[in-house]
């Protein structure tokens, strides 16, 4: 069974930092294909947006509001992928969620995604 587990959530005040961790089991030979895997957000009353990708063909994404501010990166050996989360701002909260999608499909990753975590949330106040 394939899971995405996320970690590092929590609560900071605008202008902290955030580590998110996202850590991927179950793949197997058959799921070689695993698409692409980064983060989305989903805040009550808005739209689910991406938030940072690793792909394979557009290389690294980021989301417009979030560019500058948080960095995606990997650990292959661990099969994780991390989001470090700096100058944060009331409007980053969100629940994060871990997701792959299919390779080339990552600007419609909040519908058509392979798997998704269960999320977890980021709180910012002011």
């Known amino acids: 069974e394939v899971q995405l587990v996320e970690s590092g959530g929590g609560s900071v005040q605008a202008g902290g930092s955030l580590r998110l961790a996202c850590t991927a089991s179950?793949?197997?030979?058959?799921?070689?294909?695993?698409?692409?895997m980064g983060w989305y957000r989903h805040a009550p009353g808005s739209e689910c947006e991406l938030v940072s990708i690793?792909?394979?063909?557009?290389?690294?994404q980021y989301g417009d509001s979030v560019k500058g501010r948080f960095t995606i990166s990997q650990d292959n050996d661990k099969n994780t992928v991390y989001l470090q989360m700096n100058s944060v701002k009331p409007e980053d909260t969100a629940k994060y969620y871990c997701a792959t999608v299919p390779r080339g499909r990552w600007r419609e990753g909040c519908l058509e995604y392979n798997y998704w975590g269960q999320g977890t949330q980021v709180t910012v106040s002011s």
């Open positions: 690793i792909t394979s063909d557009d290389g690294i």
């Open positions: 179950g793949f197997t030979d058959d799921d070689s294909d695993m698409g692409d």
